[in-house]
């Protein structure tokens, strides 16, 4: 990506920073390390062998690319009707190149700048100042499994679309869902960690990226998360977060406001960063 501002057109590109935070390449792997010292500081109070067993849990990370995304999703049971592709810019003219039937944004950044790790703690602390609106049917999970962000930002983006994408309950995913019904968000997290059918298919997947993928324990700065409705509102899901983000009503199209938010929260606020990258999950036309 450009910079979001000072720019008469912004055009994104698919990029990555490697397991060398300075270097920045195309289409590449997601998931930070450091972000995972975040959630499992608040790990879910449990027996001491599961706590110890999810800090030592790490998944080869997805390449930032829709191509990778659409394998693992097909494979958990995502019909093949629907699909990730590229939103190659801000513009209303490069969000009209995406289909209508956008249902989730997935938004790769570089988790390792300061200036996004300052608004986050301030983030946090105003929320749990003042308390949010949480949908209660929104499905959201904490993260604790190594470098599996984009694994993660996936499965929100599908979780919380089951209904309209016609997820079948026999799936691997479907079933992964309904064991997870009505736990919490750690214990959604925390179950990941023996999700053998979505392990498989995720460890395939990151397989068949542009480029090689790296160890499953890389220190990877990059991050992924999802963006999805629910009752109106537009939520940001961060599994290195402690609670999902509600960031209000959508206005006009799901990817319009998740253009917004994105541009406020996350550009804004690092405007001298390049490494950005958006996807949308829609149905194929």
Known sequence: WLKPSGLKQQRLVRCFVSVWPSVVRPAGPDTPNSNMADAEDEMPACDPALREKMRKVHWVPLESNPEVLNKFAYQVGM??????????????????????????????????????????AEQRASLEASGQKIAP??????????????????????????????????????????????????????MLVDATELHTASESSAQGGQTAAPEATADIHNHFIAFVEKGGDIYELDGAKAFPINHGPVAGSLLETAARVIKANFMEKDPDSLQWNMMALVKGE
């Open 79 to 120: 019909p093949e009707s629907w699909e990730f592709v590229d939103v190659y810019g801000l513009d209303p003219d490069l969000l009209a190149m995406v289909p209508p039937s956008c249902v989730a944004v997935t938004l790769l950044f570089d988790s390792s700048s300061a200036n996004i790790r300052k608004f986050k």
């Open 137 to 190: 049917e929104l499905r959201y999970m904490r993260q604790y499994v190594g470098n599996a962000c984009g694994t993660i930002a996936t499965i929100h983006s599908l979780a919380n679309n089951a209904e309209a994408l016609g997820l079948p309950p026999a799936s691997p995913l479907g079933k992964f869902l309904a064991e997870t019904q009505g736990r919490s968000a750690d214990e959604f997290g925390a």
